[in-house]
């Protein structure tokens, strides 16, 4: 075991250059390499982000160029397109059926190419009634989306010819271009639909730069374009976008790019989505550029370099390691023996001493330490022997207290016996109250709350008092209260609860004579006094600061009462009690109490019960026999308190009519 530990303390010194000079080194090391690694990520993820803008820009520039070329091809089909128009609107439609006339017979006789160019009837309801494209027929155009409702009901409005711009038609993905007219009786509009061999052309040549920019560029999988919010569809229509058809609606909706990364089994993979807002356009109004890039390879360049330098750093730190722990050895080995030394000194050995060798610090320090031991075991036998003296004189005091402690704790007991003599006996509390009870708890052996009870004919009164402060001093004060209590109805003849506290108040100042200058406590009493003539069904009521509670049909009645002390100083005007009247029914529930109960501390936060809590406590047994109520009550506080102390002298008594 004294091995062990010698080994332990003998690379003390080791460990502290280790701890104070390489560790702090290694934990800066570290963090520069993550902070190193941390630039790096998020100067590709800048460097990324700043690429798919500038292809976003290109792509927007790619999209002007194609709108200026398909507006020169517009420009060519709208003249002729409106001739048309006009000419089903006002010479083929003006007293026919729509639902049976000829469309294609109409489209021979005006020249239209039946492979480039269709006739469509739309009514209000948006449902295509005829048309010379046949996938169509039936199909309402309004699930196209709310922008497109919109623009037909504003076509309706404008009564007037209106032709749209190319776009891509959502049965076939082919750019084509439409255009509006409504009839004359505002019931159909007649929609014409024409392809456009170099329109084609023009969307093929940017599908082929969208194409041609993921070829290009190694780290971007692919370029996808999105157009029409309301449902998005892909500018080419080969592009996925089943696995993420929620996001891309989400951007039109915000109008907001968003990016996101996701590590899938062919690489990590970047998805940005960059909103454009598109011009010159009634049906859609935005578009979404997807790009998708790969981050794998530039990821894994910063894994490796990061991986090197940790490699590179480990190895460094491993040499100077090994080198401080030679070097070491020098100062280590001459305090292994001083340590052997002491470790046998300390283990109790003080005959044994430090081996003193050679002329340097290490000897000094032997030196000193063999005159501190020298002196360490006169010390140590002075106070042995002190000890004992000590401990004999100790033992003998100790004995003493426990002496005086057991005729003080006698003498308490005793009091106890005196101070219960005063309390009513049960019989008589049986006999004045017969549905009632009374939960008492004293905090000490003997209590500063105590109950009083007295019967005047058909008035059967009782008391519960609650003295200044518990213990002895609490049971002092009890004691001039029960006699102050007797004395106003035996010798006073006061028959009421108001003059009995009255009388109870007079004569506590009498007995206590205090006066304001001499003390800053106020000795005195909180109490409530009840009277109940079970006959009359009359309660009559006093109290100092603590209420009386009447529960009647689960309904809790507060009777409230003076908020006053019994007691004060003796050159302070008399405090008047009042007393009250209140009207009892069968079967209500009367509590009076003393503070303890409201005042224990207790519960999952240690916090005071507070009324709240104890009204509470009260409406949930009051309907209950009255010896379960007694035990509930006391498990109650029980519970609350937990493995608290209890703080006050518990006092609490109920009454049923």
């Known amino acids: 075991m004294g091995k062990s530990n010698i080994n332990t303390k003998a690379t003390t010194i080791f460990r502290q250059l280790i701890l104070n000079i390489i560790l702090p080194v290694v934990l800066a090391i570290i963090a520069l390499a993550i902070y190193n690694n941390y630039s790096r990520t998020t100067a590709f993820k800048k460097f990324y982000h700043e690429k798919n803008q500038l292809v976003a820009y290109f792509i927007q520039n790619t999209l002007q160029q194609q709108d200026i070329a398909l507006a020169i091809e517009e420009d060519n089909l709208d003249i002729r397109l409106e001739e048309l128009s006009d000419s089903i609107v006002n010479f083929y439609m003006p007293g026919t059926r729509v639902d049976s006339m000829d469309l294609d017979e109409i489209q021979k006789s005006l020249g239209m190419n039946p492979v480039q160019e269709d006739i469509f009837i739309i009514d209000n309801n948006g449902v295509v009634v005829n048309t010379t494209f046949e996938p169509d027929l039936h199909m309402n155009v309004y699930d196209f989306g709310d922008d497109f409702r919109k623009y037909l009901e504003n076509v309706q409005l404008a009564d007037s010819f209106r032709s749209e711009k190319f776009t891509i038609e959502n049965s076939t993905k082919k750019l084509r271009k439409f255009t509006y007219q409504p009839t004359k009786d505002g019931k159909y509009i007649v929609e014409l639909g024409v392809y456009s061999v170099s329109a084609n052309e023009v969307v093929e040549s940017t599908k082929e730069i969208l194409l041609d920019i993921s070829s290009e560029n190694r780290s971007i999988r692919k370029v996808d374009l999105f157009i029409g919010a309301d449902p998005p569809f892909s500018f080419d229509s080969k592009a996925d976008m089943s696995s993420d058809s929620v996001i891309i609606q989400n951007v039109f909706n915000k109008n907001q790019s968003i990016s996101f990364e996701n590590a899938e089994d062919n690489g990590n993979l970047n998805y940005e989505y960059i909103y454009m807002k598109r011009e010159d356009t009634e049906l859609y109004k935005g578009a979404v550029i997807r790009i998708i890039s790969d981050y794998s390879e530039d990821k894994a360049f910063v894994t490796r370099s990061l991986l090197n330098s940790i490699l590179i750093f480990l190895i460094t730190i491993t040499v100077v390691i090994v080198l401080i722990y030679k070097k070491s050895k020098v100062i280590t080995n001459p305090i292994k023996k001083l340590l052997n030394n002491v470790n046998r000194i300390t283990a109790g050995n003080l005959n044994e001493r430090a081996d003193v060798e050679g002329n340097n610090e290490i000897a000094r320090l032997s030196e000193k330490f063999n005159v501190m031991v020298i002196r360490l075991e006169d010390h140590y036998k002075n106070l042995e022997q002190k000890v004992k003296d000590r401990t004999a004189e100790i033992s003998q005091k100790a004995a003493e207290i426990a002496e005086k402690n057991k005729d003080i704790e006698d003498s308490i007991r005793y009091a106890k016996r005196i101070q219960n003599a005063i309390l009513p006996p049960n019989d008589f509390l049986k006999e004045l109250f017969p549905a009632s009870f009374i939960l008492y708890k004293p905090k000490d052996i003997v209590s500063g709350d105590f109950y009083w009870s007295h019967r005047d004919e058909d008035n059967h009164m009782f008391a519960v008092v609650d003295c200044t402060g518990h213990g002895v001093p609490g049971a002092f004060m009890s004691i001039v209260g029960n006699d102050q209590l007797n004395y106003a109805v035996n010798v006073k003849g006061a028959n009421n609860p108001g003059d009995i506290m009255n009388y109870l108040n007079e004569g506590v100042r009498q007995a206590l004579r205090q006066r304001s200058g001499e003390s800053a406590v106020r000795d005195g009493m909180d109490m409530t006094l009840i009277s109940i003539n079970y006959k009359t069904k009359k309660l009559n009521y006093a109290g100092a600061f603590n209420p009386v509670y009447v529960f009647r049909e689960g309904e809790l ?82 519970d609350w308190m937990g493995e608290l102390e209890q703080v006050d002298d518990i006092l609490l008594a109920g009454f049923k009519i």
């Not at 003076?562 to 009892?584: H, K, P, S, T, Y």
């Not at 109520?629 to 006391?634: N, V």
């Open 557 to 638: 009645i507060e009777l409230a009462v003076d908020r006053c002390a019994v007691g004060g100083f003796i050159d302070e005007d008399l405090f008047q009690f009042e007393n009250r009247e209140f009207d009892l029914l069968e079967n209500d529930m009367i509590y009076i109490f003393s503070d303890g109960y409201v005042d224990q501390f207790g519960g999952p936060r240690g916090k005071k019960l507070k009324p709240k809590r104890f009204r509470a406590v009260l409406e949930s047994v009051h309907k209950s026999k009255l010896d379960d109520q007694k035990e509930m009550l006391d498990q109650s506080i029980l």
